[in-house]
């Protein structure tokens, strides 16, 4: 395993704060089912909890029992984008803390084609909170250095890595109705 991951995983572990290269920007990441590291991140960013957050994988197999609840024809929809850019919206199962759902019965999910990512989803074996690098009022981070200029006070480590060249963050569509978020 590549000596940054590693570090990562150990962060990750201890219920720290990470941030990652991804497709489009640059991301912040933590195990989501520490409530402690959750809410750093929630403070980073000064999101309030009730928004809820994306969580990234590197293999479908994750993200099965999810997917698993999906009409056949939306399933293959979700399936034939990943893994890439698209992150999709699933009714939740009621497996997930409510600090990740927020005030919805839905759960935000991508399957990361970005190698790093899915160096860092495989090592970690599950998934990750996902969100842009910034405070929320302000653009996503697309290069390391706006990472370690508006952030590096406040998380514990910064993956070292490039973005795939996307120049936004990822496409957010609802699993069920194939409808756009963002």
């Known amino acids: 395993m590549n000596v940054h991951i590693s570090?990562?995983?150990r962060h990750l572990s201890q219920g720290h704060v990470i941030a990652y290269p991804t497709e489009g920007v640059w991301g912040l990441g933590c195990n989501?089912?520490?409530?402690?590291a959750v809410q750093r991140v929630l403070d980073i960013k000064h999101r309030p909890e009730h928004k809820g957050l994306i969580l990234i994988?590197?293999?479908?197999?994750?993200?099965?029992?999810?997917?698993?609840n999906l009409p056949e024809e939306n399933r293959q929809i979700v399936l034939a984008s990943w893994p890439g850019p698209?992150?999709?919206?699933?009714?939740?199962?009621?497996?997930?803390?409510?600090?990740?759902t927020g005030k919805h019965t839905s759960v935000a999910i991508r399957v990361s084609a970005h190698p790093l990512v899915r160096a860092l989803c495989d090592a970690w074996g599950g998934l990750l909170v996902s969100t842009s690098a910034n405070v929320a009022t302000r653009p996503a981070?697309?290069?390391?250095i706006q990472v370690q200029k508006a952030l590096a006070k406040q998380i514990d480590y910064i993956l070292p890595g490039e973005t795939s060249g996307l120049n936004k963050p990822s496409q957010i569509r609802n699993a069920l109705t194939g409808a756009q978020i963002r």
């Open 7 to 9: 570090k990562a995983i």
């Open 57 to 68: 994988t590197s293999k479908v197999e994750y993200v099965n029992l999810w997917l698993n």
């Open 141 to 144: 981070a697309t290069r390391r």
């Open 86 to 100: 698209h992150t999709w919206v699933f009714p939740e199962t009621g497996l997930l803390p409510k600090w990740i």
């Open 32 to 36: 989501p089912f520490n409530r402690h």
